[in-house]
């Protein structure tokens, strides 16, 4: 509560690092998969991401309207989790920085998210009294990088749209499937995109 994070050698209790940046106070603190890095959630609405050896900051991920009360980063260390006063659970892209998705179907402050070990889910416990688990599908990943491609895709397919004037139930009906079918594929091809960018 003193706005400051400590970093410390565990043998010698020798005080390594007193970092200083946020202005609000710390909620939560956690390491990088890798253990370079850690990152600290604060009041003051931001994440930082800070080199261990240096004690310098690497990243700050700012999009909560409230302050961040708790962070998970994922097994493979490509992600971020957060939680917010805001009632908001926000995935990022650990190192670029980017927010890929907000959730926002709690009605009360977000205390805790933790990944699953996979990375598949993460989980959110709120004071609204409801854990959620929310599922991180292709889908999300691949419309967060390829957003406006995937978009002009969408609008240049006759599949997609409201039901047509002279289109009967059933040929409403059949067309929704073939976009839907149409939708996955594209998300499948995107999400292969994605995977590519990372490699």
Do not use: C
Request: hydrophobic share 35%; proline share 2%; charged share 30%.
């Amino acid at each position: 509560l003193d706005r400051a994070v400590r970093v410390w050698d565990v043998d010698s209790a020798k005080e390594l690092h007193k970092l200083e940046r946020h202005s609000g106070n710390i909620l939560a603190v956690k390491f990088h998969p890798s253990g370079r890095y850690f990152a600290s959630a604060s009041l003051d609405k931001t994440i930082r991401l800070w080199d261990l050896d240096s004690g310098k900051v690497v990243e700050t991920y700012t999009g909560h309207n409230k302050g961040v009360l708790d962070i998970d980063f994922s097994a493979d260390g490509h992600y971020l989790a957060s939680g917010s006063a805001d009632k908001t659970v926000i995935l990022w892209e650990v190192y670029t920085g980017q927010k890929i998705y907000s959730f926002v179907d709690h009605q009360d402050q977000v205390n805790t998210v933790r990944f699953s070990p996979d990375g598949g889910y993460i989980a959110s416990g709120s004071s609204d009294k409801l854990i959620m688990i929310w599922k991180l599908n292709k889908s999300i990943l691949a419309y967060y990088s390829f957003q406006k491609e995937i978009d002009d895709e969408i609008g240049q397919s006759v599949l997609f749209g409201p039901k047509r004037k002279n289109e009967s139930k059933q040929q409403f009906t059949e067309r929704e499937e073939k976009a839907k079918e149409a939708l996955e594929e594209m998300y499948e091809k995107y999400f292969q995109k994605y995977l590519n960018t990372r490699s």
